[in-house]
Every structure is written in C-alpha cells, then in structure tokens.
C-alpha cells in the first residue's frame, strides 16, 4: 500500500506570511491530488498533477509535482485566512473510469490575524 | 444543483447500538465511495460501488460494517454492533461517468459512540 507522508503535520502563521507544504511517497505516484478541507466540511479538490515537473497555478497556490513523481509540493504566498484548513494529498488510480484515492496524513494550516 | 447528501449530520450512540449512515450522490454519478476520517488514521476508504455494484471493500474493517446501494440515488453503511472505537466522521463521495479525476464529496456524518 502507498504511503503518503504530509510535512509539516501542523503550521501557524501570520496572515501574509508565504508556507510551503510537502508530501511525499514510497513509490511512484499514478497520478497525484490536492485537496483542502474546511471544518465540518469534507474535501474538496484543489488541483490534479499528472506529469513530472508539472507546475500549476490557482491564485496564491502554487503546485509542483516532482520530476521522479514521488513528491509534491504545495506553496502559498501571502497566506490569509481563508487559507486555514486541512490540505491533503491523494494519490488518483483511474481503473475503468473510476476513481481510488489514497489520502495523505494532512498538513493542518491556520493563518491568523 | 445539489451535492452528495449525507444523513445524519451528526449522530450520537451508546456502544452496541445499530447505526445506519445514508448517502444521497450527485445523479448521474455512477461511483460512489464511503470514507471514514480519524484523528489518528486520517481518511480512510472503506468502500466503493460502480453502478450499485461493490467493487472493492477491502478498506471495510471488520463484519460489524456492511454497505448497501439499492439503486442508482441511495447508499447506505451500517455499523452493528457499534463500538467507541468506531467514532469518527464519515464521508460519502461520488463521481461523475467519464471524468476520470473529480470527486464529490459530502458534508459528513460525525459519528459518537459513547
């Protein structure tokens, strides 16, 4: 079973601040999430990265899937917040159509006044 | 337009009690996944169908839990007898045919089992 270890596990900032945060794999990913979750909410996804090297951009996110696909990172820049909230990685398996994720440990992120 | 509906919102029970978990998908979703969400395990996948067909229970812990879905608009999970160990927050997800890559999920039921 893939093992998806998330760093930091815990992060408090002040609003403005830029963060990095880190996950990594025992094995090649297929393909990789990321997803945040708000309290009392579930998941939702942020991004999907398929090829190594790959950078995307959502506003003040940055994601970048490593050359080996076997890390990814997220980065905020000038963080707020409406940041606040658990991030998690997940692996994607795509059989037939369908879908088979494998979630992260998590980085638990709260950015303050 | 709706998304995944979850049911109950919040459910609190004493240890040996039956609990049932319900799930409405996005229609015309045609997967649909339960997940359980622990401090200490993270999230978890318990079970997925494919055209109300269990395709992989693998996650399920143990036969106390079982999943059902009757047709295409209704999903349940069962946990009986529940124990306190079994407290934790359940997610329902679906899928969209065809997508390849977008998951829904629910609000959750925050399960207490005292």
């Known amino acids: 079973t893939q093992l998806l270890e998330q760093s930091p596990q815990f992060l408090s900032i002040q609003e403005g601040e830029n963060l990095t945060v880190y996950c990594n794999s025992s094995?090649?990913?297929?393909?990789l999430q990321w997803y945040r979750q708000e309290p009392g909410e579930g998941p939702v996804l942020l991004v999907t990265v398929v090829t190594g090297g790959e950078v995307k951009k959502l506003k003040r996110l940055t994601f970048q899937f490593g050359d080996a696909r076997k890390d990814s990172s997220l980065h905020i820049t000038a963080a707020q917040p409406g940041d606040t909230g658990l991030y998690l990685c997940?692996?994607?398996?795509?059989?037939?159509?369908?879908?088979?994720?494998?979630f992260g440990t998590g980085t638990q992120l709260k950015v303050e006044l | 337009d709706a998304g995944v509906i979850q049911s109950p919102r919040h459910e609190v029970t004493e240890m040996g009690q039956e609990v049932t978990l319900r799930c409405k998908p996005i229609s015309g979703h045609d997967y649909l996944f339960w997940y359980r969400q622990t401090m200490m395990r993270g999230l978890e996948l318990l079970i997925y169908f494919n055209n109300n067909v269990p395709i992989d229970d693998s996650g399920m812990p143990e036969d106390r839990f079982s999943a059902k879905m009757p047709n295409a608009s209704f999903s349940t999970l069962k946990i009986q007898p529940s124990e306190p160990r079994d407290s934790a927050v359940y997610f329902c997800?679906?899928?969209?045919?065809?997508?390849?890559?977008?998951?829904?999920f629910g609000e959750g039921s925050w399960l207490t089992v005292v």
């Open positions: 094995s090649v990913f297929s393909s």
């Open positions: 997940a692996e994607l398996q795509s059989r037939g159509g369908g879908n088979k994720l494998t």
């Open positions: 997800a679906s899928t969209p045919p065809g997508s390849g890559n977008t998951i829904y």
